[in-house]
Each structure stands twice: as C-alpha cells, then as structure tokens.
C-alpha cells in the first residue's frame, strides 16, 4: 500500500481511538461523581438498567480499542491492508468502512457463510 494511504489509515485509526478513550473517560467521570439518592425502586432500577446498557457500549469500544492497536501495529509491519486467509490486497473500499479489518470482503463472505451454518 501506498505511504500515503497508509498514513491516511494510521491518522483515522489513531482519531477514532482518541474519540473512543475520551468517551470512556467521561463514562467513568459520571458515574463516579453522581451522588444520586432515588427512594423510588422503579427510579433506581431505570438508573442501574442505564448504567448497564452504557457499560455494555463501553465493552464492546474497549474491545475495539483493542483491535485499532492491533491494525496500527500492522501498518508498522507493512500488512495492514492484506487479507489474513488469501493474501490479497484488502480493498479500500473495505478499509475505508472498517479499518480495522483483517479479511477481504470474499473471506470475510466465506466466514460468515461457515458461522451460518454451524448456526453461530
């Protein structure tokens, strides 16, 4: 892949994970500062079902933090861009929509028929 492609993947991955830490960050800060008192159970319930859906999010984002750190260290090892299975060149097309991928969009195709199947 072309440097400047490749710098143009390092400087969206490294925002994206910018955007990602800042969000965690403030998730943290307002649940921690909140001094919130609800004598009402139903209250209470709504606020800890919140909390629980917004720690679900935070998850699945640290996960793929995770994963941007990964697709950073290939673009320092000159594989970003190529398909695990196939070798092939991963369009950019498909970069573009998810950078952090690791499969071109026929194996990509090819895995999800497999996990279909297996009922996965």
């Known amino acids: 892949m072309e440097p400047e492609k490749l710098e143009y993947f390092r400087k969206l991955l490294h925002q994206r994970m910018d955007e990602l830490i ?3 960050e403030t998730t ?3 649940m921690t500062d909140t001094k919130e008192n609800f004598p009402d159970p139903t209250d209470r319930a709504a606020l800890e ?3 629980n859906f917004t720690l ?3 998850d699945r984002e640290r996960k793929l933090i995770q994963k941007i750190g990964e697709a950073l260290l ?3 090892e000159g594989t970003f861009g ?7 060149p991963i369009s950019d097309k498909r ?3 998810r950078p952090v991928t690791t499969l071109c969009i026929e194996c990509k195709e090819r895995q999800e028929a497999v ?3 297996r009922g996965l």
């Open 49 to 51: 079902s919140d909390r």
């Open 95 to 97: 970069l573009e929509a």
């Open 22 to 24: 800042r969000s965690a």
């Open 115 to 117: 996990e279909k199947a």
């Open 74 to 76: 290939r673009i320092d």
């Open 82 to 88: 190529i398909c695990e299975k196939c070798g092939e």
């Open 56 to 58: 679900r999010i935070r």
């Open 28 to 30: 943290v800060t307002g």
